[in-house]
């Protein structure tokens, strides 16, 4: 059974479109998060969400607007989309005791890649 | 801030022999996590082994042992009889237990190749 799941795996599309990635986990977890690799690998933090509740929000244009209709989703949704937004995008989930007490380890999606043309 | 650092972009080792990969990180907080996450070219990404911070022995998972160095915030990972499909890029990674910072901080990433 996948634990973190994404969809699709891989997303081509033009500049200037907009497209959502999904995330679904089936671990009973109330945490999920989505993560950006870049070219380089490098992987950043983009938002948390706790019981669909936002947490975390690094920096991140407003063209990225997670959604969360409930604790076992987490939706990306991109708007406009741009060249630099190409990257691989991870969708994360863990178990956290009460509202920002990290107490347990985050388990990741298999990645979507984005590539904007 | 917290950083992580991984001074070794690129390593190799041959198959059945031992490898250690090094991280360091910075922080001013006593309670947390560290991870190691490996992510072969399947790209997915696979918790290797963990390490909290109050524990002072070192955590293993078969192969895989970490060095944790709390005082010199050291945190290496040792892979001993190592093979093909250790073959990865592999992620030290620093996780804060304090309030409303429940990020995991990566460091830049270490690409392993083994060799038969």
């Known amino acids: 059974d996948t634990a973190v799941s994404q969809t699709p795996k891989y997303l081509v599309t033009q500049m200037g479109n907009d497209k959502s990635i999904k995330c679904e986990q089936n671990?009973?977890?109330?945490?999920m998060y989505w993560y950006k690799q870049d070219s380089k690998k490098f992987l950043k933090i983009m938002f948390s969400y706790n019981n669909k509740e936002l947490i975390i929000n690094e920096t991140v244009p407003n063209r990225f607007s997670p959604k969360s209709p409930d604790k076992a989703h987490l939706n990306l949704h991109i708007n406009s989309l741009e060249l630099g937004d190409s990257a691989v995008y991870f969708c994360a989930s863990s178990q956290v005791s009460r509202r920002g007490h990290s107490t347990d380890t985050q388990y990741f999606g298999p990645g979507t890649r984005l590539t904007v043309l | 801030a917290q950083t992580v650092t991984q001074s070794q972009p690129e390593m190799s080792v041959q198959e059945a022999e031992t490898v250690t990969l090094s991280c360091t990180y910075d922080?001013?907080?006593?309670?947390?996590?560290l991870f190691w996450y490996k992510q072969p070219p399947s790209r997915q990404m696979i918790l290797v082994i963990r390490?909290?911070?109050?524990?002072?022995q070192n955590a293993t998972e078969n192969r895989f042992s970490v060095n944790f160095q709390k005082a010199a915030k050291s945190f290496s990972l040792k892979i001993s009889d190592s093979q093909l499909g250790d073959t990865a890029m592999y992620f030290c990674a620093f996780a804060s237990r304090s309030y409303n910072t429940d990020k995991l901080i990566f460091g830049t990433g270490t690409r392993l190749q083994v060799f038969p």
């Open positions: 390490q909290e911070a109050y524990k002072q």
């Open positions: 922080t001013s907080e006593n309670n947390y996590y």
């Open positions: 671990l009973g977890h109330d945490t």
